[in-house]
């Protein structure tokens, strides 16, 4: 069975003739430069990085690597806008489209960079009229991308997935108001959260659309991501989010799936459980990362209440059984999510989040490794 047939089958619920597994076909499933970099040195690969971008220094993964891994998913992403790129106000600073300011966190590299200036932190409801917004038909972003997406639509027999840098609406809302006044502003400010949300909503549509009138056609998923909880519990009741951010993203996900055409991958971290059901309902078909640490993320529970209606992408702890375990674990644990969440297809295999640079690269490879010899079907 081919990459593109294996994966499509699953989101039907069809068990493939393996489970698909999936490496840096999303901005959320790829690795992070220095657990790349160390990968690569140890495949014996003389490649240079592609940094996807500058926030959490994540990587586009090379033809070589994907192939070497077997893994059936690739990516096609937009470019950077040619009239506001990120600007560098120092060594470790930087300001992007969006006015945001991030700093290194450690002043080494491989590491994030954190927020240190929220420019709509003090703003008023009239002042979201005046804020100089991102440019979302800049010309830069999809140069070229027509052609390398259907390059790899006619020449490739993957599954191909459809990402922007930067989809979120709730993230990117807080992060130009700041974390904590934003969650204010939802319980005591609901105008102004509103309007936030709406205007954020629209820039990201019309950035969506402009990217997918470019490769729509040669796509095969459309992915999103907007991290909505800690490990504990979602960052909002589910009261606040269904009274005041499920109305954008359900306009928002119904958009770019009546857009595309295509199925929608939605990657929200942590405790999503007493979401789930609202996703479902506004149209998200695959849920990623499935964040198995976090509580009430049990992969038996999750699949047998809610594994017939949505696919499952991700499963294996990042955190703590890819960072700290030996090959051996990683091992254990792949077979054990491919029997917990493999069963009448609805799964791909998948680290949770992205690969983080203590990760050893033998353990990466015991992921893949496990998955083609234990992820065939019938399980």
């Known amino acids: 069975m081919k990459p593109r047939e294996r994966v499509l089958k699953t989101l039907e619920h069809v068990e493939p003739d393996r489970v698909p597994m999936d490496l840096g076909g999303t901005r959320c499933t790829t690795l992070t430069l220095g657990a790349y970099e160390k ?7 003389k490649l240079e990085p592609r940094l996807l971008g500058n926030i959490f220094q994540t990587v586009a993964l090379d033809e070589e690597v994907a192939r070497y891994l077997q893994v059936d998913t690739r990516m096609i992403h937009d470019n950077p806008p040619k009239k506001s790129q990120d600007k560098w106000l120092s060594d470790d600073v930087f300001k992007n489209e969006w006015g945001i300011v991030y700093k ?28 100089d917004w991102p440019d979302p038909y800049d010309p830069g972003r999809t140069e070229g991308l027509k052609e390398e997406a259907r390059r790899l639509h006619e020449e490739t027999d993957y599954c191909i997935i459809g990402n922007i840098e930067i989809q979120a609406i709730f993230a990117t ?17 609901t105008d102004f959260a509103k309007e936030l949300l709406a205007r954020v909503t ?12 470019a490769v729509g056609d040669y796509i095969d998923l459309v992915f ?3 991290d909505l909880a800690t490990q504990q519990a979602p960052l909002v009741s589910p009261r606040t989010y269904r009274e005041i951010i ?3 993203q359900a306009d928002y996900f119904e958009f770019v799936k009546k857009k595309s055409g295509k199925k929608l991958i939605y990657h929200c971290c942590g405790n999503v459980r007493p979401l789930i059901e609202d996703f479902i309902e506004i149209g998200v078909d695959v849920l990623n990362p499935v964040q198995v ?7 038996v529970e999750l699949k047998e209440q809610f594994g017939d209606r949505i696919t499952f992408w991700g499963g294996i702890d990042t955190q703590h059984v890819l960072s700290r375990g030996t090959p051996d674990d990683v091992r254990q644990e792949t077979k054990k999510r491919i029997k917990q969440l493999g069963k009448g297809g609805g799964y791909v295999l998948a680290a949770v989040h992205n690969i983080q640079f203590e990760v050893p690269p033998e353990n990466i490879l015991a992921l893949f490794e496990t998955g083609l010899k234990e992820g065939k079907y019938p399980l």
Do not use: C, V
């Open 293 to 299: 640490s976090a509580k009430d993320m049990d992969p």
């Open 224 to 226: 999103i991501g907007d």
């Open 173 to 189: 809302s807080w992060r130009l108001r700041g974390f904590e006044q934003f969650l204010i502003d939802t319980i005591a400010n």
């Open 246 to 248: 499920k109305p954008y």
């Open 202 to 213: 629209e820039i990201q549509k019309a950035r969506y659309q402009a990217f997918l009138e």
């Open 104 to 131: 290194r966190s450690i002043n080494e590299k491989w590491f994030y960079y954190d927020i240190i200036e929220h420019p709509l932190k003090n703003a008023t409801l009239r002042d979201l009229s005046n804020f």
């Open 39 to 45: 990968l690569l040195e140890h495949l014996g690969l």
